[in-house]
């Protein structure tokens, strides 16, 4: 079991940046795979990144590819997620995830364990 909090979320405008974290309390957090999901208002929650165990291999939603990096830092317990360039249609609450899955498994069901959430706003 890994325990998940996220954290640096802001209000922005657009074409700022921002860099989320995702940091383990608890469990053997190098042995997941970690994504980020986010959920915008009356929407459903959708993927936005994931990565794998070993740092290689990594998965992108196509509307962030190029913008967003997913890295983590298996020594610190800590998952990031750097968003470029953001856009209005970004804002939503992101969530990070963990799961014994495939980092192209984009489906929230392949995730065991999430955190609570961090709010990004992207508005002029």
């Known amino acids: 079991q890994v325990q998940l909090a996220e954290s640096g979320g802001g209000l922005v405008r657009p074409g700022d940046s921002l860099r989320l974290s995702c940091t383990a309390s608890e469990g053997a957090f190098s042995g997941y795979v970690i994504a980020w999901f986010r959920q915008a208002p009356g929407k459903e929650r959708r993927f936005v990144a994931a990565i794998s165990r070993d740092t290689i291999r990594t998965h992108y939603f196509y509307a962030v590819q190029g913008r967003f990096t997913i890295s983590r830092d298996n020594a610190a317990n800590t998952a990031y997620l750097q968003m470029n360039n953001l856009k209005p249609e970004d804002t939503a609450l992101y969530y990070c995830?963990?799961?014994?899955?495939?980092?192209?498994?984009?489906?929230?069901?392949?995730?065991?364990?999430w955190g609570q959430g961090t709010q990004v706003t992207v508005s002029s």
């Open positions: 995830a963990a799961g014994f899955t495939d980092p192209h498994n984009s489906n929230d069901y392949a995730y065991e364990y």
